[in-house]
């Protein structure tokens, strides 16, 4: 099964300002692009980097590409069944607004057939929506449209709060 799955947000801000938030990303407390205060932290065995192996919760990635202030890919390594990327761009629309796209492309197997549709992907979509979410207020100090939880997210986010 194919999936593509495609987040962007067009942030009020130049190129080089969005661009410097991938550059923060597995960076802990300094990290001013991944939600890992809610959600699983990104973390790899060395700073960002191509050949950083790492991920989030049981999600595993090893940084396949990066472009300093521009493009980062992670392919997937966990879990079993996902065999893709997901990565961050950052496009200039003009001068002072820039869209910042998050891509994941990969194909599930298995177990992850019933997986993908019916858990990651709410949860990813949940994440990505957050980490925009972050981007926007780090650039610009503001949100114009919070993004929300749907009631089933809360509810596997809760169920994946019990099973810990």
Avoid: Q
């Avoid at 692009?33 to 989030?56: I, K, N, Q, S, T």
């Avoid at 994941?104 to 990813?124: E, F, K, Q």
């Avoid at 207020?137 to 019990?162: D, I």
């Amino acid at each position: 099964m194919g999936v593509h799955n495609l987040h962007e947000r067009v942030i009020a801000a130049k190129e080089s300002e969005v661009g410097a938030l991938i550059d923060t990303l597995a960076a802990g407390d300094e990290d001013r692009l991944w939600p890992g205060r809610v959600w699983d932290p990104m973390e790899f065995d060395r700073p960002l980097a191509v050949g950083a192996v790492g991920g989030h919760g049981p999600v595993r990635y090893t940084v396949a590409a990066y472009v300093p202030g521009t493009w980062v890919r992670f392919a997937f390594t966990g879990p079993r069944g996902f065999h893709g990327f997901h990565e961050f761009l950052v496009l200039p629309v003009d001068a002072e607004r820039t869209v910042l796209r998050h891509t994941l492309a990969m194909s599930v197997s298995g177990l992850s057939r019933i997986t993908w549709p019916v858990g990651w992907r709410p949860l990813h979509d949940a994440c990505l929506e957050d980490s925009l979410d972050l981007a926007e207020r780090a650039c610009t100090g503001r949100l114009a449209r919070p993004a929300r939880w749907s009631p089933y997210v809360r509810l596997l986010m809760a169920l994946g709060r019990l099973a810990r």
